[in-house]
């Protein structure tokens, strides 16, 4: 069982804003900001797309964003393209540990 | 540019032993935290462990501690892991990782992984 919690899946058309959750507790995501999250594409490495909740690193899509509320962090794709189509995990990181949700499986209909 | 290269992986039987390594190259590796990562099968990501830059502080998941060893060599640009009684839920690509600070945080750049399979 994964400390943070994402949906499996999610889904969305070409164009189209889609919106990927992470539920955490108190204890974490609702305690602090250090909320990222990675992008995965079958058979390759994980990639950085935001840290600390809200930031990009540089040479990401501004069509990727992300935003917390209480205990749940949300990463927001807009102007959906082909090449979103990819495995997206949220990680919270402490001074001793890092966690991940389970991961949630983007499609792009 | 950052470059990780990881190398090691293999097939080993339960109980035994495997020493990973990762090549680094492209950022100053001495002030960088160095993290190792693993994806099971079909599975999601899992921290295993970090050496912080610094006084390489070391850090283990609960599923690992006492099993596996983490180190780093500054002069070789290296950050090895060592997993000694390995078991079969041990099997898993196993990525290295930089991260932008001396001490954990969020990773900004990933190897390619280096697979680990566990099996009689």
């Known amino acids: 069982q994964s400390a943070l919690t994402q949906p499996a899946s999610v889904s969305g058309s070409p164009g189209q804003s889609i919106t990927v959750s992470c539920s955490g507790t108190s204890s974490d995501i609702g305690n602090d900001n250090f909320v990222s999250w990675y992008q995965q594409h079958p058979g390759k490495a994980p990639k950085l797309l935001i840290y600390d909740v809200t930031h990009r690193p540089s040479g990401v899509s501004d069509r990727y964003s992300g935003s917390k509320s209480g205990n749940t962090a949300s990463l927001t794709i807009s102007g959906l393209q082909a090449e979103d189509e990819a495995d997206y995990f949220c990680?919270?990181?402490?001074?001793?540990?890092?966690?991940f949700g389970g991961g949630t499986r983007l499609t792009v209909l | 540019d950052v470059q990780l290269v990881e190398s090691g992986g293999g097939v080993v039987q339960p109980g035994g032993s495997l020493r990973l390594s990762c090549s680094a190259s492209?950022?100053?590796?001495?002030?960088?935290?160095m993290t190792w990562f693993r994806q099971a099968p079909g599975k999601g990501l899992e921290w295993v462990s970090t050496i912080t830059g610094g006084y390489s502080a070391t850090y283990y998941s609960d599923s690992v501690r006492g099993r596996f060893i983490i180190s780093r060599d500054n002069s070789k640009n290296t950050v090895s892991l060592q997993m000694d009684r390995l078991r079969a839920d041990d099997t898993a690509v196993y990525y290295c990782?930089?991260?932008?600070?001396?001490?954990?945080?969020?990773?900004?750049?990933w190897g390619q992984g280096t697979q680990v399979t566990v099996s009689p």
């Open positions: 990782a930089k991260g932008p600070f001396l001490w954990l945080a969020y990773c900004d750049s």
């Open positions: 492209g950022f100053t590796f001495r002030i960088s935290a």
């Open positions: 990680s919270f990181y402490t001074k001793t540990k890092t966690i």
